[in-house]
Structure formats: structure tokens, C-alpha cells
């Protein structure tokens, strides 16, 4: 185990290494005061709590930062899980540290009724944190990096949940920053706890063809070194397989087996200059064949995480696909470490680093507008999705994620833009509101003045997180009135689906309830965030719909109690049935005739209106309304009495063969049995068939299946089932 100093000194190599101008005696003390604040504090391996923020520092000094970026680094901890404040660094170590400090730090002091409603206010305050200063985001994927490098200590619920969580917004942040090497080892790591067994398999492939593998790269890499020499270019080339979940994804995408795919090798061509890379290019496509449609010009079109590079996929002589990226050495500085490297060259300008991240400004935008859930599902949108590249008729890029349409393309330009739409032309030709967008083409928006603004429609049509938080800002500003009529009919349309009158809700309170729960002042606005798509009835119901069922059976109790005159004989009526049913003292019980439980069944009593309640197996078929939310309501539960000793009807459908006297001994059974027949009667059934059905008395499922087996033992009998009318 690695002690306290082996960690301390591997991050003072690298600050030495990567920014020779740190101040040490600053980071001597950060250190000190960390060792001080979590001294009492362990890991979960057993280790000294203070070398989590060493690995997390070294993180940061890896990726290039500055000194303050390596003090909030020492230092994130400290406010969450110590004593420590955010005053008292701010006076040790600047305003600025004690800020990287407090915006990595969760919100674990404030609770929240669901998990993602946590996770959301977690992310959004790092989002409002890393708009004013981005090393907010990269201290916290350093943390991240290295818990996931220590995750085998935790337990297997939680690898599972942070495994995912890293996958479904850490590496995709990593990757939205530019951060492809982090992001790597992000994606991989989790997979290892997510699907071991897919983990496993294909490091078990790659180390069984370690050999070829080794063999097949070198040969590709002498054959460009060696032509690339020739043409007089400096650069440099290595191969590598690519990385697990790359493969993973790819076996997933393509429904094969990992020794079904070809392409898993990537190879890198690192040069001095832009013109260089194109010369590359094409020495590389006079060495193999090229794979059509696989080639991809980052160079001239940056992605919106300024990585830079060009892409192709070649064949050579072996017939195994591979691709080449070649780029300069400051690209591949940015494709390594992205806005950390980016900014470096950007140390001192006022917000320089910010604008050249528009997605950070939209996801900003889009929290404003969402609810946990809506947020969280943005958010994976907004970082996952491949993006897509346009053009306006004037020339400019606009990046959008793979699939929008022209009204993600004119919302893109202006919010005015969108809301003034009336049509959309692509490459010159009138295109349909919901036409898919591919790279290259040129999109012209149709405006005017008298435009009636967006359709509820388009919130189906367009792909954009951003498209749609503008829509729905703009109902929610123009149509309030039919905004609060739209989100009314949605919601009390839901109570409905459920059995509650809106007159329950008011009787019992609950709208004040639902209202402090969503934040709203009055139904009124309740209606009109359902209108405009800020909330859905349905999740504005689930807030209540516990209560609400709750209080529509206590209505419907009342009901049948006050349609029962004589409740005090149906009281003994129903401490003599020989059921409890939850809640409920003064109702007749009564059994139903179309599934005739006995005790030993699984039962559920059924609330009827004027007629007490019905009691029902629960395999019975009328039982399964029970999973209706309309008739949730109407739905109790119900158990034996266990001191309860007495018979109780029920009723066999025998199938047999037709064969004279069946029916006389299936009721000479019965009556070895000792049991009291109620009825019995036998028809004929096709194909040479009789069925019989008897009716009698058992006081207990035990007794039934003995009975049950005396019959199936008769020469014969085919099939012994419960009846079911």
C-alpha cells in the first residue's frame, strides 16, 4: 500500500514536471492543512483519508492546471467532510481556491424528496460554478478519476450506482471538455462493475491475441515511418487496440461477437504543422485502401470541444480495417487533456475559456425550465449525442447533436428566429419541419412578422434540449390563459384515470399539499407549468396520488357503511367470516361466488358500493383490476383469521373422460372425504370429454388439496382446477 509520502512525492514529480512554476511553499501548506483537517479520517482500503486529495492533486497537476487549480485540488474535501469553512480557506488561501473549493462540495446538507432531485441541484450547482470558473468541473472529474481507480473497495451496490453514474455524466462531461484520455479510463472502469462478464471477455480477447496484435501494428507502423521519411516529414506514429468500451459499444451496436469485429486498432500520426497532416493523409491513402464514408475533417470543422484531427479508415494488405488520426502536436495536446490544456494558453483572460463552451451556457439555460428528471435526461442528451454539423447561407457552423431538425437549427441561430419560423429550406429545396439534418447541409429559416409563434408539435419534433426549453419559454410568457385550460384538462383528466374527484382533493387538503410539494403558489400556476410542458399531470398527481387513493377509499367506506342500515349485525356478520380486512370494522364480508376462496388462499377484498366487501383470490381474473390505478382505490387487504375453524364453500371443475359412472366417483371421493356436497352436476364436452363441477365445504386449502389428489387419482380424470365463473 502506498504510503502518505510515495504520494507526496509522486505529486511534487509531477508539478515539476508539467508546471515548474507552482508555488511550492503554497502547495506545502495546502498539504499540511489537509493532513491536519482529515487526520482522523480513513479510506475505505484502510489508507490515510489525506492521500485522496494527493491522487486527485496529482490529477490535476497531470492535466496542466495552475497552482490554484492544485490547492482546490488538496483542498475539495475539506468543507464537506471536515470542520473546515469556506472563510477559513478563503483567509489561508484566497478567495479563489476557497470558490474551486466550494463548487466541487455536494449539497449533502440539503435533503430532497427523490435521488434525482439531488443529483440534479449537485450538478447544477457545478454547472453554475464551472460558468464562472471551469477548473470547478475538472477538479471534480479528478475526484472522480481516482475513486473509480479505488472502487474495488466499496460495495458491490456501490459500484453499481456510482459505475453508472460515471458513465452517464462523468465520461461523457470528460468528453464534452475534451478530456479523451480521462474519458477513457472513466468508460472503461465502470464497465468493469457494470457488465463484468462483457468486461472480462474481451481482456481475456485482446491478451490471448496480444502476440498478433503487437505484430500486426508494428508492420502497419514501419509502413508509414518509413514512407513518411522518405517524403522528408517529421512525425510520430504509434498504434494501439482500441480502447474496452470502445469495443464493447461496438460489439452492442453491431450485434456480433468480439471476434466477429475488425476494426479495433486506431493509429496516431503526430506532426509539426496543418500542412503537414494533409500531406500525411494522402501518403496514407496511397499506402492502403480507403473505406468509403469513412473519412472526417476535423481540422477544418473543430468539434464544439475544440478537439481537432483528421479521421480515416484504411485496409491494408492483412484485410483488417484500422483507423488513422493524424493531427499536430498542439491538437494532440488539447485531444489528450482538452479545455485543461486549452487553458493553459488562456491563463488571464477575463472568461476566455467559457465562451468557446456554448453548451455549458445552454445546459445553464435548460436548468432553469426542467424538473429533476427532465434535467438529468437533458444533460445525458446534451453530452452523449453525436453532434451533427450545418451551415448558415452566409457560411457558419453550427453544431447541433446528431438528428435535429430545422427548428433545433433555427433555434440555434435566435430564440426570435424560432418563434418567427414559418418554413425551412435545406440546400436550396423547402424541407419539412421534422427532416433530419446530416453534416454539410445548408439551412435557411423561413421567417415572418405575423407568425403566430411555435406549435405544441414542434416540442415532439425537434432534438435539442435547447429548442425546447425556448419553446416552452414561450408559452409560458404568450399563452398563460391556455396554458392553465391545457394543463387543467391534463390534470384533472389524471385524476380521473384514477377515481379522485377534484372535490376529495379540496375536502382532504391535499391541493395545499400538492402545491407546497411543487413549489407553486396556486393551482392556477400548477396549470400552466403543465401547459407550456414545464410539468407533466402526471407527475403532478404523483405527488398525491398516495393521499388522494387513500382518501377515495375512506370516501367509499363511508359509502357503503352508510348504505348498510344495520351496521352493527354486519359488524358481527364480519368478525364471524373468519377474514381481517385492513382497516375496515363495520362492513359485511361476503365471498365471491366466481373464484370461492377457503382458508390458506392469497385474498384481497374489493369495496362495493352498498354491498360491504367482496372477498377474492388474488388469482382471480375479476382480482386483476386490482392493478388498474382507476380502481386502486376499491382495492384492500385482506387475511384469514387464523382462530377462525369452520367450512367454507368452494367449487372443483373436474375435466375427464366420458366414460359412465365418472361423476358417481368423483362424489363417492368427495364423500370419502367426508365433506358436504352443496352440488354437483356433469355435461357433456366435445371430443369425447365430460366436465363435472362440484360444490362443497373444506375448511382449509390444506384440505382442499388432499381432496384434490383423491380426485386426480380416479380412472379418468384429466384436469382438477379451482372454478373460476
Known amino acids: 500500500m502506498e504510503t502518505f509520502h510515495d504520494h507526496y512525492t509522486k505529486l511534487k514529480k509531477t508539478i515539476a514536471a508539467r508546471n515548474p512554476s507552482a ?12 493532513d491536519n483537517m482529515h487526520r482522523t479520517q480513513k479510506r475505505k482500503d484502510g489508507s490515510p483519508y489525506i492521500i485522496h486529495p494527493l491522487a486527485v492533486a496529482e490529477i490535476v497537476a497531470e492535466i496542466g492546471l495552475d497552482t490554484d487549480a492544485i490547492l482546490g485540488a488538496i483542498l475539495h474535501d475539506c468543507i464537506e467532510d471536515t470542520s473546515s469553512t469556506y472563510d477559513e480557506i478563503a483567509r489561508q488561501f484566497g478567495q479563489t481556491v476557497a470558490a474551486l473549493v466550494e463548487g466541487v462540495t455536494k449539497l449533502t446538507r440539503v435533503e430532497y424528496s427523490t435521488l434525482e432531485e439531488q443529483q440534479m441541484e449537485n450538478l447544477r450547482k457545478m454547472f453554475m460554478a464551472m460558468s464562472k470558473d471551469i477548473r470547478v468541473i475538472l477538479i471534480k472529474i479528478a475526484d472522480r ?16 450506482s456510482k459505475s453508472r453514474e460515471t458513465m452517464d455524466i462523468y465520461a461523457p462531461l470528460a468528453h464534452r471538455l475534451g478530456m479523451q484520455k480521462i474519458k477513457w479510463e472513466l468508460e472503461d472502469s465502470s464497465l468493469k462493475y457494470l457488465d463484468p462478464q462483457g468486461y472480462d471477455e474481451i481482456m481475456q480477447f485482446v491478451a490471448a491475441h496480444e502476440a498478433e496484435s503487437d505484430e500486426f501494428m508494428k508492420t502497419i507502423q514501419s509502413r508509414i515511418t518509413t514512407r513518411l521519411s522518405t517524403v522528408g516529414i517529421h512525425g510520430s506514429i504509434y498504434g494501439r487496440v482500441k480502447h474496452v468500451y470502445s469495443i464493447y459499444r461496438k460489439m452492442k451496436a453491431q450485434d456480433k461477437s468480439i471476434d ?13 504543422s496543418i500542412p503537414d497532416c494533409y500531406n500525411v493523409l494522402g501518403h496514407v491513402h ?39 488520426q493524424i493531427r499536430t502536436w498542439e491538437m494532440h495536446e488539447t485531444a489528450e487533456y482538452g479545455i485543461a490544456a486549452h487553458w493553459k494558453y488562456k491563463q488571464g483572460i477575463e472568461g476566455g475559456e467559457e465562451k468557446e463552451f456554448e453548451w455549458v451556457r445552454r445546459l445553464l439555460e435548460t436548468q432553469q425550465e426542467a424538473d429533476a428528471e427532465d434535467y438529468i435526461h437533458s444533460l445525458k442528451v446534451d453530452m452523449f449525442d453525436d453532434e451533427v454539423f450545418v451551415f448558415t447561407p452566409k457560411g457558419k457552423v453550427i453544431s447541433l447533436p446528431s438528428g435535429s431538425t430545422p427548428i433545433d437549427f433555427a433555434y440555434a441561430i435566435h430564440s426570435g428566429v424560432g418563434n418567427a419560423m414559418v418554413g425551412a429550406k435545406v440546400n436550396n429545396h423547402i424541407a419539412s419541419y421534422d427532416q433530419a439534418l446530416r453534416n454539410g447541409d445548408i439551412i435557411e429559416v423561413l421567417t415572418s412578422k405575423s407568425a403566430k409563434g411555435p406549435s405544441r408539435d414542434w416540442l415532439n419534433i ?12 414561450w408559452f409560458k410568457k404568450e399563452k398563460r390563459e391556455e396554458n392553465v385550460a ?39 400556476d400548477m396549470y400552466a407549468a403543465i401547459g407550456y410542458g414545464g410539468l407533466t399531470a402526471t407527475k403532478a398527481f404523483g405527488r398525491i396520488r398516495d393521499e388522494a387513493q387513500r382518501a377515495s377509499r375512506q370516501t367509499l367506506q363511508k359509502e357503503s357503511a352508510k348504505a348498510n342500515e344495520h351496521a352493527a349485525v354486519k359488524e358481527n356478520r364480519h368478525k364471524d367470516s373468519g377474514v381481517i380486512v385492513e382497516g375496515i370494522d363495520s362492513l359485511m364480508i361476503k365471498f365471491s361466488r366466481c373464484c370461492t376462496p377457503v382458508p390458506g388462499d392469497d385474498i384481497i377484498g374489493f369495496i362495493t358500493k352498498g354491498y360491504g366487501v367482496s372477498i377474492h383470490r388474488r388469482d ?13 382505490a376499491r382495492w384492500v387487504g385482506a387475511t384469514w383469521n387464523a382462530a377462525e375453524n369452520k367450512p367454507f364453500a368452494t367449487t372443483f371443475e373436474i375435466d375427464s373422460t366420458d366414460r359412465d359412472g365418472i361423476w358417481i366417483d368423483i362424489a363417492t371421493a368427495l364423500t370419502t372425504a367426508k365433506v358436504k356436497i352443496s352440488e354437483i352436476s356433469a355435461r357433456e364436452m366435445p371430443a369425447g370429454k365430460a366436465r363435472t363441477i362440484a360444490t362443497f365445504e ?28
Not at 23 to 32: G, K, N, P, S, T
Not at 145 to 160: E, G, V
Not at 715 to 720: K, Q
Open 23 to 34: 508555488d511550492m511553499q503554497l502547495i506545502d501548506r495546502a498539504v499540511q492543512y489537509a
Open 145 to 160: 478519476l481516482h475513486n473509480t481507480r479505488t472502487m474495488q473497495y466499496q460495495s458491490p451496490a456501490k459500484q453499481i
Open 260 to 272: 466477429e469485429l475488425y476494426d479495433m486498432y486506431a493509429f496516431r500520426v503526430i506532426v509539426d
Open 286 to 324: 496511397d499506402l492502403f485502401n480507403l473505406v468509403p464514408g469513412r473519412f472526417k475533417d476535423y481540422i477544418s470543422t473543430p468539434k464544439p470541444n475544440m478537439y481537432q484531427s483528421l479521421h480515416t479508415t484504411v485496409i491494408g494488405r492483412q484485410g483488417i480495417p484500422f483507423e488513422v
Open 462 to 473: 425537434c432534438q435539442s434540449n435547447q429548442a425546447r426549453t425556448k419553446i416552452k419559454q
Open 486 to 524: 391545457h394543463g387543467k384538462a391534463s390534470f384533472e383528466g389524471e385524476m380521473r384515470r384514477a377515481s379522485v374527484s377534484m372535490n376529495l382533493l379540496q375536502e382532504n387538503d391535499l391541493v395545499g399539499i400538492l402545491l407546497n410539494r411543487l413549489n407553486f403558489d396556486c393551482l392556477e
Open 620 to 632: 382471480c381474473k375479476n382480482a386483476a383490476a386490482a392493478n388498474n390505478p382507476a380502481q386502486a
Open 698 to 725: 373444506v375448511r382449509n386449502v390444506q384440505e382442499l388439496d388432499a381432496i384434490r389428489q383423491k380426485i386426480r387419482n380416479i380412472s379418468g380424470v384429466e384436469a382438477v382446477r379451482r372454478g373460476q365463473n
